[in-house]
């Protein structure tokens, strides 16, 4: 069974400075780990995908994660906030199950960026 | 390329009644999902059609949920009698690939039930 853990619920930040948003997650097998952001009013955006590849994964809009097996982790960050990457972000894991990939979601860190 | 477009942005119903939340997929994607948040929750899988067929609808809550997806372009999710426990946020995406490729996201649907 897979699991996602979004370790924060809101992140406040103030703009230029660096972003970290905390995901860890559970798996059986290889997962696929994803990043979407959401705007108001909005869909689910892609940032960025890990499907065993580099570890270390580049998205849209300076945003990149990494993959660490070792620690169950794939935490998503940016070296400088700005005001327009406000937003709700959701940590996702997918993987093979009864012959389909099942997304889960993790509950979602809200990004506040301060001017 | 239009995205992923759903109807109703928003619905009020009363508990009991019926109601209907449609998506239309990118043109040309085979794979079409629903999804559902209620709040405070996180978002939760409902079913996965490719093309018309129901790949796998383990997410759905109940049977008063149904899912349909004529001619395998757009899809409607009917709740028939809705329930104050189905009020939440329902996404539809579309993919053109397999599971793990992108998933295109429509706005959602948020559905209150009074």
């Known amino acids: 069974a897979q699991s996602v853990t979004q370790l924060d619920s809101h992140v406040s930040v103030s703009e230029g400075t660096p972003v970290l948003l905390r995901c860890n997650y559970s798996?059986?097998?290889?997962?696929?780990l994803f990043w979407y952001v959401q705007h108001p009013n909005k869909g689910l955006q892609l940032l960025l995908k890990?499907?065993?590849?580099?570890?270390l994964v580049k998205g849209i809009n300076g945003f990149e994660a990494e993959f660490k097996k070792s620690e169950t982790s794939f935490h998503l960050t940016k070296p400088s906030a700005h005001m327009s990457d406000a937003a709700e972000y959701f940590c996702v894991v997918s993987e093979l199950s009864g012959g389909s990939y099942i997304p889960t979601f993790g509950r979602g860190t809200s990004l506040i960026v301060h001017p | 390329e239009a995205g992923v477009t759903q109807f109703p942005s928003h619905s009020v119903i009363e508990k009991g009644q019926t109601v209907t939340l449609r998506c239309d997929p990118i043109s040309g994607h085979d794979n079409l999902y629903w999804y559902r948040r209620v709040m405070g929750k996180e978002i939760k899988f409902l079913l996965h059609?490719?093309?018309?067929?129901?790949?796998?609808e383990s997410g759905m809550p109940n049977n008063r949920f149904l899912a349909e997806r004529t001619g395998g372009t757009y899809s409607t999710l009917k709740v028939q009698p809705a329930e104050l426990e189905d009020s939440g946020v329902y996404f539809c995406?579309?993919?053109?690939?397999?599971?793990?490729?992108?998933?295109?996201f429509g706005p959602g649907t948020r559905l209150l039930v009074l």
């Open positions: 059609f490719v093309k018309e067929s129901k790949q796998d």
């Open positions: 798996s059986s097998y290889s997962p696929s």
């Open positions: 995406a579309s993919s053109q690939g397999p599971e793990q490729e992108t998933q295109y």
């Open positions: 890990y499907t065993s590849a580099a570890t």
